[in-house]
């Protein structure tokens, strides 16, 4: 494709994500440089091309999805932050001392509310995690809480309520069993199979100490599995370029969900709903900006709207907010490690 026609559905695409209303000729022949009638054959070759279409006969042009997915690799400029724009980001995070939920879901709210659109963070899948310690610390009459610290910093603790306290020796048992059994155990290699047989294990103990071992197979569930959030719902309910029913559905899928968003977590990836089997919501596009803790990965940051959608606008609000959940979440680390 030559330049020309490149700068037109680069023209093109821009006006008709101001407007929302069919593109002309002559609406772009300043930005251009070229005639009204020089234009339009352009853009008749782009439509055969299958980068631009025409509702209606006499109507202008508005990009399709290919039209879209070429703009944002080949065409896209990115509007530098203004100061003003970034002292309003930082105003709408947390301070340092938040905790790493207040700081991811405090950028998520705030995306969502600049942009009115939804927003989606998934965390990322703990590859290769261990379970580096199990500790059971009794809190009340019957009541225990079970700890799970893994390998790459998750930690997880449930409450679990029995039918009998536990003795001393009870507890000194159960603390041995998990160091010899389970430390040093990849969290996704803990099976029904592997549940079977540390119950079997247990022997004597295993009426009064099987309750703890289930709850620790379903920690350890949970920490494999993805986890997924959502913010600002209804920009999307309330948007005139959605199917309700499907954006209904679309929420009501969050296992799918976190699936499908786990494959972007490796630095800036933008998706159209034409691309993805399964992605159920129509003329939609996916942005998504994965970020860190301590340079491992650690989740991904998604702003979820229509596929007319401000990209150069939109992409540096979600790039800013993953660097600074990395720098707040990396600089917590720092200090929690000293």
């Known amino acids: 494709m030559d330049d020309r026609k490149l700068r037109i559905l680069s023209a093109v695409i821009d006006e008709y994500i101001v407007t929302g209303e069919p593109v002309g000729s002559k609406s772009i022949m300043d930005r251009v440089k070229a005639s009204s009638a020089t234009i339009r054959n352009e853009m008749a070759e782009l439509e055969k091309q299958g980068y631009l279409e025409q509702p209606h006969t006499s109507a202008g042009r508005v990009p399709t999805y290919l039209g879209y997915r070429l703009y944002v690799d080949s065409l896209l400029q990115m509007n530098p932050l203004s100061q003003s724009e970034i002292e309003l980001m930082n105003s709408m995070l947390p301070d340092e001392y938040a905790s790493e939920e207040e700081i991811v879901n405090s950028a998520s709210l705030a995306l969502a509310e600049l942009t009115k659109c939804a ?3 998934a965390n990322a899948t703990p590859k290769f995690s261990v379970i580096s310690k199990v500790e059971v610390i009794p809190t009340g009459k019957r009541m225990y809480v079970i700890l799970m610290i893994t390998s790459t910093g998750s930690i997880k603790n449930k409450v679990c309520r029995l039918e009998f306290d536990l003795t001393n020796e009870q507890l000194a048992y159960f603390s041995n069993f998990m160091q010899e ?3 040093g155990i990849e969290v996704e290699a803990l099976s029904d199979d592997l549940l079977e047989r540390l119950e079997t ?4 103990y295993m009426v009064t100490l099987s309750p703890l071992v289930n709850e620790i197979m379903k920690m350890s569930r949970e920490i494999s599995a993805h986890e997924v959030s959502f913010n600002g ?3 999307l309910l309330t948007c005139d370029a959605f199917d309700k029913n499907e954006i209904m559905s679309f929420f009501d899928r969050k296992k799918e969900i976190a699936e499908f968003v786990s494959g972007t977590f490796s ?4 998706m159209f709903s034409n691309e993805k089997d399964g992605f159920v919501i129509s003329n939609s596009s996916l942005i998504t900006s994965s970020f860190s803790k301590g340079g491992r990965q650690a989740g991904t940051l998604g702003l ?3 596929m007319r959608i401000d990209y150069a606008k939109y992409i540096p609000y979600l790039e800013y907010f993953t660097d600074r959940i990395t720098q707040m979440l990396s600089r917590r680390e720092d200090d929690e490690d000293n």
């Open 181 to 183: 059994n389970l430390e």
């Open 304 to 306: 979820l709207g229509p």
């Open 119 to 121: 927003t989606v963070v």
């Open 267 to 270: 630095g800036l990836n933008v």
């Open 201 to 204: 294990a247990l022997g004597t």
């Open 233 to 235: 719902e209804l920009n």
